[in-house]
């Protein structure tokens, strides 16, 4: 059932992963692609970044569509302080896996909502755990035969296949997909409510 308290939100995002979270959770969205540069590592703490990413993408949309309430979300993997992103090749998707087996790492989603006519806008942030297996070298070839790696943070998603990589989650499994719907749903509350 759809959620009419939210008419008119703009998701800034090509992500299918994040098209089916806010679906399911009943928010009514449109999508528009933003085409706006990510900033990588070193520059600010990863919760920062994937802030600031957030925050470009739905400036990038908003400025388009000024009236309405735009959604941008950023995800990033961290182990040890650094960003895992999206893999350049196969052989970096692999890499990333082989650093991630057998230990826990940190993935944090960033969620922006911008109306650029008012100038108002937000960021914030959700933290999961994520608990890989000993992978084999093996287990990788024959997890990224199966999952296109190419296209999400630290090489893999928690929708495909991961029985074969992930030992335990400790946090909302949402977050870890790329949006934390329940974060989505309280930052928007208080959004409209000008309480933001």
């Known amino acids: 059932m759809k959620n009419r308290a939210f008419n008119n939100i703009i998701l800034a995002s090509a992500s299918p992963r994040r098209k089916f979270l806010l679906e399911k959770a009943g928010i009514c969205f449109r999508v528009e692609v933003s085409g706006a540069d990510e900033l990588e590592n070193g520059t600010l703490p990863p919760e920062k970044t994937a802030m600031f990413n957030a925050l470009s993408k739905a400036r990038a949309v908003a400025v388009k569509f000024p009236d309405e309430i735009?959604?941008?979300a950023d995800t990033v993997v961290?182990?040890?302080?650094r960003i895992f992103g999206k893999p350049k090749s196969a052989e970096d998707a692999a890499d990333i896996l082989r650093q991630l087996s057998a230990k826990t790492h940190k993935v944090i989603t960033a969620i922006a909502?911008?109306?650029a006519k008012s100038?108002?806008?937000?960021?914030?942030y959700e933290e999961s755990l994520v608990k890989f297996k000993e992978l084999s070298d093996d287990t990788?070839?024959?997890?990224?035969?199966l999952v296109n790696v190419m296209d999400k943070a630290g090489a893999y998603g928690i929708q495909e296949h991961a029985d074969m990589i992930i030992d335990k989650i400790d946090g909302n499994i949402d977050n870890v997909m790329g949006l934390p719907c329940s974060l989505v749903m309280s930052e928007l509350e208080r959004f409209k409510e000008g309480l933001l």
């Open 70 to 72: 735009v959604l941008g």
């Open 140 to 145: 990788i070839r024959k997890y990224m035969s």
């Open 78 to 81: 961290v182990l040890d302080g």
């Open 113 to 115: 909502l911008v109306i």
């Open 119 to 124: 100038g108002k806008e937000t960021a914030t």
